[in-house]
């Protein structure tokens, strides 16, 4: 993290963590609400797949997470 | 059809997430630097948006009717695409800017934390597109290759997008630096205009320019897919 990083901008990147969580809870409300991703039908596989898309920009927002504290 | 709860909670819930975007930006850059990306996210991706519905790419018209004959789907738009669309592309754009430019790579080279954006931007959208579609918030026309229900060329421009975005903010408003490709053009079109200070003149020029590319960009790497599609028999 850059040593330089103020309270105010620290706070900043911890609202931009908050946003892409909101994002992505979101579209798991709509998911859940409506249909199941087409392209994997209504099965559990909608399911593997958004946790395997998840994954990696939730590991994003936990790294800065981590380097904010 | 569908719940209306749907596209009325993706176009309140993007507005609602947008606030808390803007907050992080003028936490993050102050308010000047803020305003400049928010506005020229919102310009940029109105523009290519726009061009996508005009030539026929998808449309978001697929709620029309759905509280009265006259409703055309959502409350906002900018020409024919929902204002959420747009600030739902600034959410995605500003929040990774902010973490990726500030806490996870700052000091690296500006176009490696362009591509790690676009990356991860695309990486947001392989959720968003698919299930947006399923649930009809907007619908692909054009015959092209398509991954999970998606022409591929979407993943494409998200990419394209966000890195181009990225480095015309971080080079024109974060660092305010003269580029060198760019200075002699842009000395031609701005003249006595183009100072170190005239910050907004060269934003909107490289904006313009920046915008040009990407839709030439785009419109090849779309063609080339769609004369994929229909030469393969992929739909």
């Known amino acids: 993290m850059d040593p330089e990083l103020t ?16 994002v992505l809870v979101l579209f798991v409300m709509v998911l859940v609400a409506g249909h199941p991703i087409m392209y994997f039908g209504t099965g559990p596989a909608s399911v593997v797949y ?11 927002c936990a790294l800065a997470y981590r380097r904010l504290r | 059809m569908l719940p209306w709860y749907i596209p009325v909670g993706a176009e309140l819930g993007t507005i609602a997430i ?24 919102v310009l940029w991706t109105s523009i290519i948006e726009n061009l996508g519905v005009l030539d026929k790419s998808y449309t978001y018209y697929t709620y029309a009717g759905l509280f009265g004959p006259n409703y055309s789907g959502y409350l906002f738009w900018v020409g024919q695409v929902p204002l959420w669309i747009e600030l739902g ?10 973490l990726i430019h500030e806490v996870l790579l700052p000091g690296r080279s500006p176009f490696l934390q362009a591509a790690v954006a676009g990356l991860f931007a695309v990486n947001i959208d392989l959720l968003i597109d698919p299930v947006a579609v399923a649930n009809n918030l907007w619908q692909w026309i054009n015959p092209s290759v398509y991954v999970l229900g998606v ?14 975005y990225d480095l015309l903010f971080n080079y024109t408003i974060l660092q305010n630096k003269p580029v ?13 205009r183009y100072t170190p200070d005239a910050k907004t003149a060269r934003f909107a020029f490289r904006l313009i320019v920046t915008i040009l590319v990407v839709a030439v960009l785009l419109t ?16």
């Open chain 1, 50 to 60: 958004t946790i395997v898309i998840y994954t990696p920009v939730l590991a994003l």
């Open chain 2, 151 to 164: 022409p591929a060329y979407n993943f494409a421009g998200w990419f394209c997008l966000i890195f181009f």
């Open chain 2, 220 to 235: 090849v790497i779309a063609a080339v897919l769609i004369a994929v599609a229909k030469t393969g028999g992929v739909a």
């Open chain 2, 89 to 98: 592309w600034v959410v995605v754009a500003l929040s990774l800017f902010v």
């Open chain 1, 7 to 22: 309270t105010e901008q620290k706070n900043g990147a911890k609202a931009s963590i908050l946003v892409i969580v909101l």
């Open chain 2, 18 to 41: 947008a606030i808390v975007v803007a907050y992080a930006g003028v936490k993050a850059y102050g308010k000047e630097r803020a305003a400049y990306f928010l506005a020229g996210s």
């Open chain 2, 180 to 192: 060198a490709v760019l200075g002699r053009i842009e000395g031609l079109f701005l003249g006595d």
